[in-house]
């Protein structure tokens, strides 16, 4: 069914919580588990004081960083989605096959993490076909899924997923609707909605409605700046009220407390980037132990429908010591 942009809100949430309210009464609902794979110093806020040309200069860490949490995924049973970056992908192509063999997602990133309203229609789909191209060719599946570099996509990009639907993606997960400097749309759906005529699916970044307002819990530099028991108690309000599978995305970087220090930043760059980088090994060992997770593509199957040939999670059994609880 096309939803219109304008009837959005009020039509998707009815339909998430129909198909959410089937899922509740049966079991807890699974959320989706994401990954942005980039290196620190891709992130948008050291793009002033790091040059895209200077990038192969500087060593990388993200592959020790993906390995780990292949391995925190794999201790707690848990497939993810892994938005990765063309770039990445390049230059540590075994490492992006070991995370297809590993059962979990590969969805793009865009190629050099450039916003996605700093570019033309054109180099818009020049950059989403050249990630996909090469994430397909390392792994050998096709990739459904996209997620614009720091959100990028709104109201100054009115035609992005016009191009995605029209280069064969499924699914973006590209809209966080808060208010942020940085990126943002308040005023798009909080639930799953259709921004084309196409069979594309939006799936918004999770937030809860407190007093009125959107308030961010899908994880990133929030999930290391509130207590862990306020974010855990907000994505499991989001799961009861909203009745909605919640989207948590996090970053390799975010779980290397010893990362180099870029210098010359802003006091607003440092605090987001640098604080708590060292409790966040720990907060995702709690939160991939105390809810369900498992990826976009079999999260929203109902709602993606996935091309026939298209591969299913491997059966991963939930380790004994993990046990789902309700907070307080």
Known sequence: MKIPMHEGPKIVNQIAVSKGSRCLRSKPLVNAMTVDVEDYFQVEAFAKRISRASWDDIPSRVEANVEALLNLFAANGVNATFFTLGWIAERHPEMVRRIAVAGHELASHGYDHKRVDCLTPIEFKDDVLRSKAILEEITGKMV???????????????????????????????????????????DAPRAPFRPTSGPLW???????????????????????????????????????????????????????????????????????????????????????????????????????????????????????SAPLSEPA
């Open 144 to 186: 459904l899924g996209y997620r614009a570099p720091t959100f990028s996509i709104g109201p100054k990009t009115p035609w992005a997923h016009e191009v995605l639907d029209e280069v064969g993606y499924l699914y973006s997960s590209s809209i966080y609707p808060i208010r942020h400097d940085l990126y943002g749309n308040a």
């Open 202 to 320: 939006e799936f918004p970044l999770s937030t809860r409605r407190i007093c009125g307002r959107n308030f961010p819990c899908s994880g990133g530099g929030y999930f290391r700046l509130f207590p862990y028991w306020f974010s855990r108690q907000n994505l499991y309000r989001v799961n009861v009220a909203d009745k909605l599978p919640c989207i948590f995305y996090t970053h390799p970087w975010e779980i290397d407390s010893a990362q180099p220090r870029v210098t010359e930043l802003s006091f607003r760059s440092r605090f987001r980037h640098y604080t708590n980088l060292h409790l966040m090994t720990e907060r995702l060992q709690h939160l991939t132990r105390e809810l369900r997770w498992g990826r976009m593509v079999d999260v929203f199957a109902d709602w993606i429908k996935p091309p026939t040939g298209f591969q299913g999670t491997p059966t991963r059994k939930r380790p004994a």
